[in-house]
C-alpha cells in the first residue's frame, strides 16, 4: 500500500520488532494505527538475531574495565567488541559518553532501569504470545553462560554481586556439572551460570505472526516507503513526508533503529544512537545440538537451539553502516562455537547474515517525547535486546501516546538525557 494522502491517527515509522509490538499495544487501546517502513517489515536486526529473551541481562555493556579491554580490541579486526579506528565525529562523542558511563554507579543506575524494562517485557512478551497465539516456538528453557577458563568464571563473581541488588540471580556450576546437565557442551570447561528466568523464541516466526495478528486488527501497513521529513508548527507535526507522498497524522512513534539519529534530527533531536553490527549463522537443526541456548563468554558467542534450527551469533563491531558480511567475523563465531560444543556446525547452513544493532552509550533505549513536537514520540537504541525489551516499551510508549498511567517510570529512558554528559 501506498502513503499517498491518507491520514494516519497513530503513525509509527519502522517495521522492526519495537515498531510491530508498539503497533500491537496502540490498536489494543483503542487506537487506528498504520506502520510505515522503508523496506520490507521486519527485515533489519528483528529478523535473524538470535531470539534470546533475556531478563539476565540487566547489566550495561559499559562497566569498569570496558575501556581498556575496548582500546585493544582496536587492534583486533576478529574480536567480539571491535571498534573500527576511523575519523567520524559522531563516533568519537559516542565514544566519550561510554567511556564516561563505565563506573559502578552507573552501571547500577542503568541495571536498575533496564531490569524494570526487561521484566515487563518478560511477563508481557508471554502473554502476547498466549493470548495470540503465536506460533514463534517460544520455549521457556533459561539460558547458560559458560566460562572456559577459570579466571574469566571467577571474575564474573563481581556481576553476580550487581545483578543480585537488582533481583536477578543465577545458579553457579562447576565443568563437569555443565557437560553432565548439557552434553553438547565439551567437558573441560571451568563453569557456568544458568539464568532460569530467560526463554527464547524464533524471531522471524514472532514478526511473521505478529504481522498477520495485525493485519487481522485492521493495522495499515505501508512497505518500501521511506520517511522523508515532517510538516508541522512550533508544537506537533501535522504530517509527514515520505517517498510515496504526504500523510497527515495525529501522533508519530520514532521506532527506526539504528536509522534513528538522521530522522531525530529533523525532530529537534540529537541521539547518539551508533549502528553496532552483529552476525549470525542458521544451520538446519541437529540430534546433537544443544538443548537449552548457551553463551560461551570468552568468545561471546551464542547458541540458540529451536525446533526448526540451530542460531550461533556474535559480534559487536562498530563499522558504520557497512554492508558486507565480513568472512573473518562469521569464522571467528564458529571457532567459538567449536571450542566450546561437540555440535557440528559444519554442514547444513541455511544462512549467514547481519544487522544493525542501535547502541546508545549508556546502554538504555530512547523512549519518549521529542523535545520539539508534543506528538512525537521516540522508541529507540534498544541495543542487543530488542526482543527483549520490545512488548514493554510498547507498553510504555502506548500509555505515552494515549496519555494514560505509564507501566513503570519513563525518566530513565527519556530521549532528552543525552544533551549533557551527567
Known sequence: MTAGKRHADVLIVGG????????????????????????????????????????????????????????????????????????????????????????????????????????LSRVTLERLIGRECLEC????????FVYKSQQSFEAGDSEDRLLSEVGIECEKIDGSEMSRREPAVRSGM???????????????????????????????????CSFAGVIGDTERVSSIMTSSGEMPVKDVVIATGAWTPALAKQLGLKLPIQPGKGYTITLER????????????????????????????????????????NPARLEAIRGGARAFMHTTIDHGQQEEWYGWRPMTPDDLPAIGAAPRYRNVTIAAGHGMLGVSMSTGTAELVSALVC????????????????RSFS
Not at 137 to 144: I, Q, R
Not at 305 to 313: F, V
Request: proline share 8%; aromatic share 8%.
Open 137 to 144: 516456538e517460544w520455549t521457556e528453557a533459561g539460558l547458560y
Open 286 to 325: 541437529r540430534d546433537d545440538a544443544p538443548r537449552v541456548p548457551l553463551i560461551f563468554k570468552e568468545p561471546s558467542v551464542a547458541v540458540t537451539p529451536w525446533r526448526s534450527g540451530l542460531r550461533i551469533g556474535s559480534t559487536m563491531e562498530f563499522v558504520g553502516y557497512d554492508r558486507t558480511l
Open 16 to 119: 522492526g520488532i519495537v515498531g510491530l509490538t508498539c503497533a500491537e499495544a496502540l490498536s489494543r487501546a483503542g487506537r487506528a494505527v498504520t506502520v510505515l517502513e522503508q523496506g520490507d517489515l521486519g527485515r533489519g536486526s528483528s529478523w535473524a538475531n538470535c531470539g534470546l529473551i533475556t531478563p539476565s541481562h540487566a547489566l550495561p555493556l559499559a562497566l569498569p574495565g570496558v575501556p581498556s579491554k575496548t582500546l585493544k580490541s582496536m587492534f583486533h579486526g576478529d574480536a567480539p567488541f571491535y571498534i573500527k579506528p576511523r575519523l567520524d565525529a559522531s563516533m568519537l562523542i559516542w565514544g566519550l559518553r561510554f567511556f564516561a558511563a563505565c563506573n559502578v554507579d552507573r552501571a547500577r543506575r542503568t541495571a536498575r532501569a533496564k531490569q524494570a524494562l526487561l521484566a
Open 403 to 418: 496519555g494514560a498511567a505509564p507501566p513503570l517510570d519513563p525518566t530513565p529512558y527519556s530521549p532528552l538525557r543525552f
Open 190 to 224: 571451568a563453569g557456568a551460570r544458568f539464568y532460569s528466568i530467560d526463554a527464547h523464541l524464533r524471531p522471524d516466526r514472532l514478526i511473521s505472526e505478529l504481522v498477520r495478528v495485525l493485519r487481522t486488527r485492521g493495522v495499515t501497513f505501508v512497505e518500501n
